[in-house]
């Protein structure tokens, strides 16, 4: 059974899949983790939600050191722990990603969904891709399940150089 429900999965790769719709625009990636906050009950502090949209505005991978950099410049006496609650809370509820290699952190493309997804990292300028593909995912579950391995979370993050690094 397992064999084949990998085999299955791996017939589909090629096939045609839905993209659910991207926030690819800071305002409208906050707007949308506010009402996912609000429609699942969380509370989304105004330091929570000013981390939130640096995080979004940055437009690549950012480290938390970088990210309390700015908080400093605006009320001068933020401190780690609270930029690391603020990260861990936003992690939690899948509105944010750490990309686990550079130790950086990006948005999510679907912060209403839970999911993992896999990165594309530029060793060159820093970019990050989130490749909104769940088969991805759902294929190494499948493989997990076969050898008999129970995940419990996954980090899959490929490192080269982007199509404009590439061109450069």
């Known amino acids: 059974m397992i064999g084949s429900e990998v085999k299955a999965l791996t017939e589909t790769v ?15 990636f906050v707007r949308a983790v506010e009402h996912a906050s609000e429609e699942r009950g969380l509370r989304l502090t105004p330091l929570r939600k000013e981390v939130l949209e640096l995080v979004a505005a940055a437009g690549k991978p950012v480290k938390a050191y970088d990210l309390l950099d700015q908080l400093r410049e605006r009320h001068g006496n933020a401190a780690p722990p609270t930029v690391y609650r603020a990260l861990d809370f936003l992690l939690e509820h899948g509105f944010i990603h750490k990309l686990e290699s550079i130790n ?7 912060p209403a969904e839970a999911h993992q997804v896999p990165f594309l990292i530029c060793d060159n300028c820093s970019s990050a891709q989130e490749v909104c593909d769940e088969r991805v995912a759902e294929l190494i579950e499948a493989q997990a399940r076969a050898f008999g391995f129970r995940p419990q979370a996954q980090t899959l993050e490929v490192h080269g150089l982007c199509k404009n690094c590439r061109k450069a």
């Open 104 to 110: 950086a952190f990006v948005s999510c493309h679907h």
């Open 14 to 28: 090629f096939k045609p899949h839905v993209h659910h719709h991207h926030h690819d625009d800071a305002r409208s």
